[in-house]
């Protein structure tokens, strides 16, 4: 008789080793603290204490100098000697973030993104055409192949011809330059929401899944407050939100100057953002409005998502809010791009982005 033994449950027991589970702990509090290695210890110590995450055999003490013995954290001595992620931890983070979130076009020089049409491409597909002139030799559908030989000559004077041969159709693999802009203005920690977090560990996510498994794409990334600058993969832990308005103008003005040098004619902008645009710059000054939504800044804005529109750079927004003004704003910004537009929350933000990527934007999965 096929049945199942059942045993005792043990918390922890196939979760790896109390470093293993520390360390997934830290890795998220350092994200939390923006890189701040002392206040993130502080925050597992306090977590240890209430919730036992360590052993009479492997206490905090262990753990953090395993961490140092590892590599993940090191001294940082222009900072006068204080801890600090190292490069290792670096790469770490962002490969948690895309197992924790990720988990789950036209031609162009061969890379690793689908598209909708047929031909001569890497992905093979379940359909079969006839071989024509150029198909390489590993796409030979060889079953298929000698059927079709034996049908059309019989197996008495058995040969194969170019007419006998099948091929796996495929599809082509393009290449996408990508552009990701995180609004870090004010809001994204307003009411007490911690929404720069979420946000921070999508942008980890979708940058280790654009290095690791489409290595040929390309991504920038930038930030927006009351301007908008260009930062690192390796910057992303440590963003913070500071006392700024927000510039979408300005960040949409360097993600398309970033795309403009791309050659590549697959382009793209995600960006991810909780309000509407409240400031633009007027010369060496800034114009702000933060109290409902101010018609001069907002043509302008509006102005933009139509000129990416017209060199063909769709925009897709993350809005990481439901206010009905604030939707009626995105409306018009994605009409007017003719690009898409998703009202997530901070949950779901994650998944958006990457069936939206995965389907080489072709359809995207609301």
């Known amino acids: 008789m096929i049945g199942w033994r059942f045993g005792e449950y043990i918390p922890g027991k196939n979760e790896g080793s109390i470093f293993d589970r520390l360390l997934k702990l830290f890795q998220e509090l350092l994200v939390h603290t923006s890189g701040d290695v002392s206040e993130a210890l502080s925050w597992l110590t306090e977590l240890d204490k209430e919730y036992g995450l360590t052993s009479k055999d492997y206490g905090m003490a262990d ?27 670096e790469v770490a ?3 948690k973030a895309l197992e924790d979130i990720f988990g789950q076009i036209k031609k162009s020089k061969r890379g690793n993104h689908s598209t909708k049409a047929s031909g001569k491409g890497d992905e093979t597909t379940s359909e079969r055409r006839p071989y024509e002139f150029g198909d390489t030799l590993d796409k030979i559908a060889i079953s298929e192949s000698l059927r079709n030989a034996q049908i059309n000559h019989g197996i008495d004077e058995f040969k194969l011809t170019n007419q ?13 330059s990508t552009v990701l802009m995180i609004d870090i203005s004010h ?23 654009i290095t690791t498994r489409y290595p ?13 600058w260009q930062i690192e993969i390796k910057d992303l832990p440590y963003l913070q939100v500071g006392p700024y308005h927000t510039n979408t ?9 970033l795309l403009r040098k791309r050659r590549n004619p697959n382009k793209q902008i995600f960006m991810i ?49 439901r206010d009905p003004y604030l939707v009626r704003f995105v409306d018009q910004f994605t009409k ?12 779901g933000l994650g998944e958006f982005i990457f069936m939206d990527y995965k389907n080489n934007k072709s359809k995207r999965h609301r």
């Open 249 to 257: 103008i300005a960040g949409l003005e360097l993600a398309m100057d």
């Open 336 to 347: 007017a791009n003719n690009g898409k537009a998703f009202y997530s929350s901070l949950k």
């Open 164 to 176: 006998d041969l099948e091929v796996h159709e495929t599809y082509y693999q393009s290449q996408m």
């Open 216 to 228: 040929k794409d390309t991504l920038d990334i930038i930030v927006f407050g009351n301007d908008a």
């Open 273 to 321: 953002t909780d309000g509407k645009p409240t400031c633009m710059k007027k010369g060496k000054r800034y114009y702000k409005n933060s109290f409902g939504l101010d018609r001069k800044i907002v043509n302008r804005t509006l102005n933009l998502a139509t000129k990416c529109r017209k060199v063909q750079i769709p925009i897709t927004t993350f809005m990481i809010a």
């Open 63 to 89: 753990f953090i100098q395993d961490l140092i013995d590892k590599g993940y954290i090191a001294q940082n001595e222009p900072q006068g000697g204080i801890f600090a992620p190292t490069a290792k931890m």
């Open 93 to 95: 983070i962002r490969q």
């Open 187 to 209: 809001s994204m920690i307003l009411y007490g929401e911690d929404r720069i977090t979420p946000a921070k560990k999508v942008a980890m996510a979708l940058s280790e899944l």
